[in-house]
């Protein structure tokens, strides 16, 4: 009887403490879970959102790269966009811990980009940053803001993960300028099912292309069309 009773002792404390185990893994999972924002356009015109888009993409891109960081898709993302909705409600809506959100207003090759991450549950900002750059220092910036947010967030970063993170594809502003411009015509295709769009975006594809030859994601957003 008394073995009997120490046993179910046992069991019992092994339970609560594998349970506790468990909550803790999933709260450490939970603590590193983010969804990227649409950055918002705050260009004079208002005629820079296929830039602000892009940037949204690109660091979304750079981000999936880290495998421990529980990352909320673009499609999720950008269904988010324009609706005024604060982030404590987003995140609650979806179940992460973090949001990134952020602004962009570009004049010319003059870029503002103004970024944060703000920790949900309590409307926190973990990290923020306003870099004031021409253009050219656009891969710069992207590649900062990631490093950033894997920092703040406690993700490993080894060489080969920040080597992967940072790869945008081309050195050529010009030639990255053109692709997004073609990414907004893509994206736009994808959603309204306007096949024209897709030929639009090719066109700029191909720019992008002629400028930078092994720009390989140029390439490969150019064949969707076939």
Avoid: C
């Avoid at 603590?31 to 820079?48: E, W």
């Avoid at 324009?82 to 995140?91: D, E, P, Y």
């Avoid at 390989?216 to 069309?225: F, K, L, M, T, W």
């Amino acid at each position: 009887m008394a073995s009997a009773v120490v046993i179910a002792f046992l069991t019992v404390v092994f339970w609560k403490y594998n349970s506790r185990q468990s909550e803790s893994g999933n709260s450490s999972l939970q603590d590193k879970s983010l969804i990227v924002l649409p950055f918002t356009d705050l260009s004079p015109k208002k005629d820079q959102e296929w830039f602000s888009d892009g940037l949204t993409e690109e660091l979304l891109n750079s981000l999936a790269s880290l495998e421990d960081l529980k990352l909320i898709s673009r499609t999720t993302s950008f269904s988010f966009k324009n609706k005024g909705l604060s982030a404590k409600r987003i995140a609650d809506s979806i179940g992460v811990a973090n949001v990134l959100e952020g602004s962009v207003r570009k004049i010319g090759d003059q870029l503002r980009v103004t970024v944060q991450l703000i920790k949900a549950n309590n409307d926190s900002h973990l990290w923020s940053h306003t870099y004031e750059y021409t253009i050219d220092s656009v891969f710069k910036i992207q590649a900062d803001i990631s490093k950033n947010v894997a920092n703040t967030l406690n993700l490993l970063l080894d060489d080969h993960t920040l080597e992967h993170m940072h790869t945008i594809g081309t050195n050529s502003i010009e030639a990255y300028q053109e692709y997004l411009k073609g990414k907004a015509f893509y994206n736009e295709a994808h959603s309204s099912g306007d096949f024209n769009k897709l030929i639009d975006a090719n066109k700029l594809f191909e720019k992008a292309i002629a400028i930078s030859p092994n720009f390989a994601e140029a390439y490969y957003d150019h064949a969707d069309v076939f």
